[in-house]
């Protein structure tokens, strides 16, 4: 399991951890595939493949329920899968780490609970690149409780123009909630100043992680964000599962969710008493082979290692940047300084919808429209873009096969 | 009721001049050339009335119903989703509603196009002739 792996000080041998990802290797109407739509989902590693496998195959049971021995096998699984991301966020105590369905439902938990107090006047802030999961939720609370939904504008580069952002903080801010990294442009945003600037008038913030965590680890308690919410699939984990990561005090405050199995102490039809952190927030049974899987993801991107990704993924970004806006007629949208590998990017007056319809016949997997942020496709005035997003398994010969790939589309649809 | 032959005869010459290439890209590239040979619809009926939901790109399409038969004019933003439209338009353009409504659409398969159509494009393609059959099923009910 997972030979292929490199020390943590050693450059990272892209070519011998694709061997990792069995879906990797395959083709797509005849041409090799070239995967490059990983902000909507990654890929899954062998290791993840067969740590799932090998649950249904020997430890398969309901969690906290029982008190024989596969239960015992599955509870004791599922709870070291938490204290395995709680560390690898560098929570204070795995009872911070809430499982749910992924981003878009821990986005939703704090809305509904921690949104519960919200009176009319107080305001919600969040940006305008933000994904329609941070968004919708807070536009239904808003509208239940007659608050303020406020948008921190981005500049043309697809940056958080950080004056507005110190004009809009305020007392009457309840919670600020921004994506750490743009699912559509890539930008990664200065998230620990944000954050100490909220706290500094008392706003708490969510910080949605969804598109940080592919990209390299986080620490909650350096960052002192009071949640988190990122989703395992698209760090490599399955899908089904996310977390919520809330600080221990905040939580605890809070109201559950949903009402169910497991969330409960005791139930009588006179009322009912709820269980204790993090079960009170998971009603009704988990996906334990989801968590059990993301775990298994976390380890294996440890044993990458973070540091080595993180700068193989610079060089990438770099090279994807020159060599894509370097074709004749390529605009990137989102050119932000700190950027992980996301090209977003229109050719000529080419629908993307066209042109990711010709990437696709040969093979390369690229997302077309609004990536599930309109307000910021509106924000550029246009309807969507086509755009690559890549993880540390893609090479730069994918680079240049996207290259080429952009050119024929060109040469195909341009009029 | 029968098929209508000439919807039919339209039918094969299309799947005629499909059948001259033999590989995607000339498929595509003559998908591509059809979709400028389609009757533009005005820019006044780039309305939600005439929009067909359901699609990646935006795709406008007014039916007219004049003399017992029906024409069409269309347009969107994306090259091949015009195309695509075009290619039905040609096909059922000026015939009765009644033989719009209940024509099979077998060119669509018998191209070769269905196998290269994503299933988001197969999914506009399929709301444009939801459109269309439900358009002329209604003028039928009137006449
Ligand atoms: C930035 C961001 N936030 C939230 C989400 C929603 O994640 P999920 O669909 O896994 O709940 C996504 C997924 O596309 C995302 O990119």
Redesign the pocket.
């Known amino acids: 399991m997972d030979t292929t792996l490199t020390p943590a000080t050693a450059a990272l041998n892209v070519e011998l951890l694709r061997k990792d990802f069995p879906a990797l290797h395959q083709s797509a109407h005849d041409h090799p595939l070239v995967y490059l739509d990983n902000?909507?989902t990654t890929q899954k590693p062998q290791s993840v493949i067969d740590r799932i496998r090998r649950y249904y195959e020997s430890e398969n049971s309901n969690v906290h329920r029982g008190v024989h021995f596969l239960s015992q096998l599955a509870t004791d699984a599922y709870e070291g899968a938490r204290r395995t991301i709680a560390s690898y966020i560098n929570a204070s105590d795995p009872r911070e780490v809430i499982f749910t369905?992924?981003?878009?439902?821990?986005?939703n938990l704090v809305a509904s609970s921690y949104g519960a107090s919200f009176v009319p006047g107080d305001e919600v802030l969040i940006s305008t690149m933000?994904?329609h999961?941070?968004i919708v939720p807070w536009q239904m609370l808003c509208e239940r409780r007659g608050c303020t939904l406020k948008v921190i504008p981005v500049s043309d580069e697809g940056e958080i123009i950080y004056e507005e952002f110190e004009r809009l903080l305020s007392e009457r801010t309840k919670i600020l909630a921004v994506?750490h990294?743009?699912?559509a442009l890539g930008t990664v945003n200065p998230i620990q100043r944000m954050i100490r600037d909220a706290h500094a008038l008392g706003v708490p913030v969510l910080i949605?992680a969804?598109?940080a965590l592919p990209h390299g680890p986080m620490d909650v308690r350096e960052l002192d964000c009071d949640f988190l919410?990122f989703?395992s699939?698209?760090m490599f984990g399955p899908t089904g599962v996310?977390v919520l990561y809330g600080k221990q005090d905040l939580l605890e405050s809070l109201p559950p969710y949903q009402g169910g199995g497991d969330m409960i102490e005791s139930v009588s039809f006179e009322g009912t008493t709820y269980n204790e952190l993090p079960h009170r927030f998971e009603a009704g049974t988990p996906n334990i082979a989801g968590v059990i899987g993301l775990e298994a993801a976390v380890k294996y991107l440890q044993k990458v290692s973070p540091a080595a990704i993180s700068s193989y993924e610079a060089e990438l970004t770099d090279y994807a940047t020159k060599t894509i806006s370097s074709i004749d007629g390529v605009r990137i949208v989102g050119t932000a300084k700190r950027k992980v590998p996301v090209m977003s990017f229109l050719v000529g007056d080419i629908h993307p919808y066209d042109c990711g319809t010709i990437l696709d016949r040969l093979g390369i997997a690229v997302r077309t429209g609004h990536?599930?942020t309109q307000p910021l496709m509106h924000r550029f005035g246009i309807p969507g873009t086509a755009r690559a997003s890549l993880a540390f398994y893609n090479t730069f010969g994918e680079v240049d096969a996207l290259a080429d790939g952009i050119r024929k589309a060109k040469s195909m649809l341009m009029r | 009721m029968s098929e209508s032959t000439s919807i039919r005869e339209r039918e094969r010459q299309i799947v005629d001049e499909f059948s001259m290439f033999d590989d995607w890209m000339g498929r595509y590239e003559y998908l591509i050339e059809l979709g400028s040979d389609l009757p533009l619809i005005e820019d006044r009926y780039k309305t939600d009335e005439f929009k067909i939901k359901g699609c990646q790109s935006q795709v406008w399409l007014r039916p007219d119903y004049r003399n017992g038969r029906v024409y069409f004019r269309a347009d969107s933003d994306a090259v091949i989703t015009k195309g695509l439209i075009a290619l039905l338009v040609r096909v059922l353009d000026g015939e009765l509603p009644a033989d719009i409504a209940t024509a099979p659409l077998r060119f669509i398969d018998e191209i070769g196009m269905k196998e290269h159509l994503s299933s988001t494009r197969k999914n506009g393609l399929a709301s444009m002739i939801r459109q269309i059959r439900s358009y002329a099923s209604s003028v039928t009910a009137e006449a």
């Open positions: 902000a909507a369905r992924g981003t878009t439902e821990s986005i933000e994904h999961s941070n994506c990294t743009s699912n949605d969804a598109q919410c989703s699939h698209k996310g990536h599930c």
